[in-house]
């Protein structure tokens, strides 16, 4: 009894070795890689920088 | 399990293209749907995934290149609106461009075009190194060897032929200073026979205008544009013609003005417009005598600016009242309910500006044409006002400048014309002796309609009609032989009508020489079976530096963006290159210094300000030009005046004219002929021309002069006499008293004269009215005629075209023996041509860009439905236009209600087909443009104006069948 | 800050095409992919209307709700990217998308369709800012530089806005109240003429 134990523990250890890394799949939440750039859009520096540059679209 | 990312090889297959989601039936271009199979396996460089995947070297750039950012500041090559470019460069690869902000004129905004110029830091497809034809196939030489080949062939047909045997076509894409300096070449080597695109495009308003009020070129500017309470675009299609000027166009809209266009299709910017006239091609004349009719019978006539500015207006009501309401609409197709809405519109809302381009120049009237809208601006008084003028829209980016500079066969550069005279003023700037100049011409006169003329005086051949040159016999032309060699320095020839006759031409030439960054339609077009052809490989503008003039008379100077792409050379270089061999380049380079074998550029631009007085360009120095390119900025966008900085009191660009030295500081002329300014300030009045008198009529200005001027009525043109009369020749100096003696304000080197009479609030050309009756042309009062080929044969007998005539522009012209005969039986569909907004001109170098070729990617005719119907041809299929002269194309067929019914329209842009074949194997190896397709102005006839030559492509017939 | 957003003034839109052929230059983006279009409605006619359409960079984006490999994030002020990297171009996007905004490369990876590619607002993807896999993957990063769309930057017309869309917003208000009570539209007179 203890051997199939131990044997189907291992087994199972084995089986289950490579899934440390699993992707569990939670539905709408991003998988990709992380942009630099979403974080400096939450600097104020940059996003006056955008804002100001809008009016060179307006008439002068 | 881990979600992972997989690599794969590239696959090749070419897959059904995906539809647009809109699908066809709303967008008028498709491109969703042509996404590239019509090309075939034509190895598209560009069309590699952004994905994962190399790129092509040659697209790639930015992935390739490290290095700091340098910015170049250039303008487009594209259009006379002269759009600002900003190109960021690293290592001496062009990697990307930015909005130019800065700059009065697009203030950042582009068009297709200009947002793809960065396409000729590739050049994936551009003519790499000089080729010669031999037995068909193109091979690559050497520079030197190609200089000598064409040198020595060159003095061959010199000695056995004479000077006149070469026609030197130069381009309206050349630099003020290339095009400057082609001219005097073409004098130096001893002919007339030297022409450019402004022949095709804009001669007849350059012409009419001109000899209506004494300059031809736009009268205010695209900006001033914001101003204007109305404008009226006839013949003009903006939206894809001159895409950047609709942002001033629409902000004037904003401001409040009607937009009022007639044109024979609806066009994009007819779209745009409170009011639309659908007006039968070459009809123009009819029109504004029908708006004449209104104003005159309401009264509507600025009666005080006419006694006081204009002459022969009554002649002009005695034309007009033949042109009633009825007669209008039966001759134009417009109901006269419109015509006279039109009118009152115009009446009601001044300062208005009138805008037309090809759509009006381009006919055997087309001189009529342009003088009828000039006449019907100065009957509104709505010249020399802010938001008024006539607003012309010049075509190429420098097509201004090689005008301004005379790469015309009628005229020294500043329009000084070809006398002895003329010549002797640019001999004493170029320091050439006179003598030795006159003795490079043929000696001998020759025919210019009834008059015998010195060749060195006589108008030489234009480029409307090189090919007649070449294939009429030598009794016929006036001029020793007929030609022999012929130069296609920047010009396409698939934008001049008769194809199979230029391919006839093109193969009886004994030379053939194509300078230009493309090989062009001409590579292709022959079957010659001797040798004697090159291509010599031009840069753009992007790749050398210099000035160039905008439509609104502002020059620009541009930088350097790269150094020239493969072999390629910029136009002054190759200049000397030739003119070393042909034994003149010590003359033609006397005061230009060169450094190793390229001219300076600045020493060219000194030059010409030495010489340019009649139009003012002298100005205009590099230092001057430089300066409005640092500050930009600083320019006001409706007024183009520097407001404080660097510049401050300057107009941007220092539009012509920029009366005299540079050191005199003048700030150039904005909006001509406005006499609410003081002559230094850039106002001005109209040209003194024409003589003080004619017929009784007094010819000089009355109680009308320019803010501030001493001579408080009309004068004429300033002399050194007339300094002394007045009792201002001792506010010159000593110098400039030498300099002026004897002479006058085109002719006085020192510029004392000009500076003189503008100290005293004056207008060095004098103070006169405009006329509208020109009597040395062949229609004194403008008139209508119809064109060569119509289909309205009820009105011939009534509205005639001239009588054939003799050594016109040396060549025999044909006008009433071809409109006798009725075409219209067999030929009934109107055609007419016009531009599309993402090509440029004969199309070899935007159909080269992948980015813009994707766009257009066939050559198309748009019809009617009836007509499609009637002929059963239906949308999207392949069709043949039959021209009456045997010109026969494949193309397209587009069925749109943007044409009326009986009228066609095809656009010019495409060439690289002949008689339905693709010559795609002609093209040197890897040279073809992405996109290829018949020659429109192949199924085009014959049909010149009677003053200028130019070319009737906007009014002929043809007929379309099913292929 | 509001959200970024693009505004197409079909009022002053001429269909020049100048914003395609800018997004064409300034990402290097294929034969067959267009990122950007321009819209005409009844083409030729009175009434004819231009519009130039990308990505809309929804605040509820359809593509991001569907996405099997959920590739696509948003930033905070609304610009919607994705990651190439997981991209498995199974082309559900494109079903999902209103505007037509998921483009695939012809020749490609996967067969008929590549990886899907669209409109990035001009910033990127996660890669690096301004790296060089980046560029090749996305084109350029315009946003990190503190510059906008080039579409918008270089419209012929100023037609084409893009920015905070508080500010766009203002911007074309002001044209709104200038214009008046007249639209620029053909047809104006025809509907409302007097009796």
């Not at chain 2, 060159?154 to 400057?180: C, F, Q, T």
């Not at chain 2, 009794?475 to 230029?502: C, D, M, P, Y």
């Not at chain 2, 660009?653 to 001509?672: K, N, Y």
Request: with cysteine; glycine share 10%.
């Amino acid at each position: 009894m203890r051997i199939i134990t131990l044997a189907l523990l291992a087994a199972a250890s084995v089986a289950l070795a490579g899934c440390s890394d699993v992707t569990v799949y939670e539905p709408g939440v991003y998988k990709g890689s992380s942009d630099p750039l979403v974080e400096d859009l939450r600097s104020e520096e940059l996003r006056s920088a955008l804002e100001d540059r809008v009016e060179r679209q307006r008439d002068r | 399990m881990k979600l992972t990312k997989k690599t794969t090889a590239t696959n090749n297959e070419s897959t059904s293209a995906l539809n647009g989601v809109l699908g066809r039936a709303i967008d008028r271009r498709a491109f969703l749907r042509r996404t590239g199979l019509a090309l075939g396996a034509g190895a598209i460089a560009s069309a590699l995934p952004p994905a994962m995947m190399r790129r092509s070297q040659a697209q790639a750039a930015r992935e390739m290149v490290k290095g700091p950012i340098e910015i170049k500041r250039s303008v487009c090559t594209h259009c006379s609106v002269g759009c600002g470019v900003i190109a960021e460069v690293q290592n001496g690869v062009w990697t990307g461009q930015e909005p130019d902000f800065d700059s009065p004129l697009n203030l950042g905004s582009h068009c297709a075009k200009g947002a793809s110029v960065r396409e000729h830091g590739h050049g994936d497809r551009r003519l790499k190194y000089p080729m010669k034809n031999v037995n068909g196939k193109w091979q690559r030489l050497s520079w030197d060897q190609a200089i000598n080949e064409i040198g020595d062939r060159l003095l061959d047909i010199r000695a056995k032929h004479g000077p006149d045997a070469v026609m030197w076509v130069g381009s309206a894409k050349m630099s003020n200073e290339g095009a400057y300096l082609y001219r005097k070449n073409a004098a130096l080597w001893g002919t007339n026979n030297v022409d450019h695109q402004a022949r095709i495009c804009h001669s007849t308003t350059v012409a009419g205008v001109a000899n209506t009020w004494g300059y031809g070129a736009m009268t205010n500017s695209y900006n001033d544009m914001h101003n204007s309470k109305c404008m009226f675009f006839i013949g003009s299609n903006a939206a894809e013609a001159h895409p950047i000027s609709m942002q001033h166009v629409l902000r004037g809209k904003e401001n409040g003005a009607k937009l009022i266009v007639a044109d024979p299709r609806f066009t994009r910017t007819a779209a745009h417009s409170d009011q639309f006239l659908r007006l039968r091609p070459g009809t123009d004349v009819p029109l504004i005598y029908g708006l004449l009719w209104h104003i005159f019978e309401n009264g509507w006539e600025d009666k005080e600016y006419i006694r006081q500015r204009v002459a022969f207006m009554d002649e002009i009501r005695a034309e007009t009242a033949k042109w009633t309401p009825d007669v209008v609409e039966n001759v134009t197709g417009i109901p006269g309910e419109d015509v006279k809405k039109a009118a009152q519109t115009m009446a009601e809302h001044r300062p208005g500006t009138i805008v037309w381009c090809m759509g009006g120049t381009q006919h055997t009237i087309g001189n009529n044409n342009t003088r009828l809208y000039s006449v019907l601006q100065l009957a509104l008084g709505n010249v020399g006002v802010s938001g008024g003028g006539a607003n012309i829209f010049r075509g190429h980016d420098n097509v201004q400048g090689a005008t301004d500079f005379g790469i015309l066969s009628d005229t020294l550069p500043g329009y000084y014309g070809l006398s002895e005279g003329s010549y002797k003023h640019w001999a004493r700037v170029w320091d050439v002796d006179f003598d030795w100049l006159k003795a490079r011409f043929d000696d001998a006169s020759y025919a210019n309609g009834p008059k015998m003329v010195p060749a060195m005086n006589l108008p030489g051949i234009t480029v409307s009609r090189w090919f007649d040159g070449v294939n009429e016999t030598d009794e016929n032309v006036s001029q020793k032989t007929s030609l022999k060699a012929l130069f296609l320095w920047g010009h396409a020839i698939n934008s001049q009508v008769r194809g199979a006759e230029q391919k006839k031409a093109l193969e009886k030439l004994d030379l053939v020489v194509v300078v230009d960054p493309y090989p062009t339609h001409t590579a292709v077009l022959p079957d010659r079976d001797k040798e004697g052809m090159y291509l010599l490989p031009a840069c753009t503008q992007f790749e050398t530096y210099g000035s160039r003039t905008a439509s609104n008379r502002s020059l620009q100077w541009g930088e350097k963006v790269i150094e020239p792409l493969f072999e390629s050379l910029p136009d002054h270089t190759i200049m000397y290159k030739l003119t070393k061999k042909l034994g003149y380049s010590d003359q033609l380079f006397k005061h230009i210094k060169v450094n190793g074998e390229e001219p300076l550029v600045e020493d060219i631009t000194r030059e010409f300000n030495r010489g340019m007085w009649t139009i003012g360009y002298t100005g205009q120095s590099p230092e001057r030009l430089k300066k409005h390119l640092e500050n930009k900025h600083t320019f006001n966008v409706t007024t183009l005046k520097a407001e404080g900085g660097p510049c401050d009191g300057e107009t941007y660009g220092l539009p012509w004219p920029c009366w005299g030295t540079p050191e005199m500081a003048h700030p150039g002329t904005h909006v001509l002929y406005d006499t609410s300014k003081p002559v230094a300030e850039g106002g001005l009045n109209f040209r003194a021309r024409f003589g003080v008198e004619y017929q009784g009529v007094n010819l000089l200005a009355e109680d009308s002069w320019s803010k501030g001027a001493e001579i408080e009525d009309g004068y004429p043109e300033f002399t050194s006499d007339m300094l002394k009369q007045l009792g201002w020749w001792d506010d010159l100096t000593e110098e400039e008293k030498v300099a002026a003696e004897g002479r006058n304000w085109k002719t006085d080197l020192s510029g004392g004269i000009q500076r003189v009479a503008i100290k005293h609030g004056c207008a060095p050309f004098g103070n006169a009215k405009a006329r509208c009756k020109v009597w040395n042309f062949p229609d004194p009062i403008p008139v209508h005629r119809e064109p060569l080929y119509t289909s309205r044969r009820d009105l011939v007998d009534e509205y005639p075209t001239y009588e054939d005539r003799k050594a016109f522009w040396r060549l025999p012209a044909r006008y009433g023996s071809i409109q006798a005969q009725d075409f219209s039986k067999d030929f009934p569909l109107i055609h007419t041509s016009g531009r599309l907004v993402e090509y440029e001109g004969g199309g070899e170098e935007t159909r080269s860009n992948p980015w813009l070729a994707e766009l257009q990617q066939e050559m198309f005719v748009e019809i009617n439905p009836a007509d499609a119907n009637d002929r059963g041809i239906k949308d999207d299929t392949w069709v043949w236009m039959d021209g009456p002269e045997g010109g026969v194309i494949k193309l397209k067929a587009m069925i749109t209600n943007r044409v009326g019914r009986g009228v066609v329209f095809t656009p010019y842009h495409f060439g690289g087909w002949f008689e339905g074949k693709d010559l795609l194997s002609k093209y040197p190896e890897g040279t073809h443009p992405y996109v290829r397709g018949s020659a429109a102005n192949d199924a085009f006839t014959y049909g010149y104006d009677s003053v200028t030559n130019m070319q009737e492509t906007k009014a002929s017939l043809c007929q379309i069948r099913p292929a | 800050m509001a959200r970024m957003k693009f505004l197409c003034d079909s009022e002053r839109c001429i269909e020049c095409n100048g914003c395609v052929t800018a997004c064409k230059n300034e990402h290097e983006v294929p034969w067959g992919v267009n990122r950007r279009r321009v819209v005409t409605l009844d083409d030729g006619v009175p009434g004819e209307s231009s519009i130039s359409v990308a990505c809309m960079h929804c605040t509820d984006a359809p593509c991001a709700a569907v996405c099997p490999v959920d590739c696509f994030y948003t930033t905070d002020d609304g610009i919607v990217l994705h990651d190439k990297d997981l991209c498995i171009g199974c082309g559900y996007c494109f079903y999902a998308c209103p505007f037509g905004a998921p483009q695939f490369p012809q020749k490609e990876a996967f067969g008929i369709r590549g990886k899907m590619d669209k409109c990035t607002f001009c910033a990127g993807g996660p890669e690096e800012n301004n790296s060089e896999d980046e560029y090749i993957k996305y084109g350029t990063n315009r946003i990190a530089e503190g510059k906008l769309p080039l579409c918008a930057e270089m419209c012929a017309t100023k037609a084409l806005l893009a920015g905070d869309g508080d500010m766009v917003a203002d911007i074309y208000r002001e044209r709104v109240l200038k214009r008046g009570s007249r639209p620029q539209t053909w047809g104006w007179e025809t509907a409302y003429k007097e009796a």
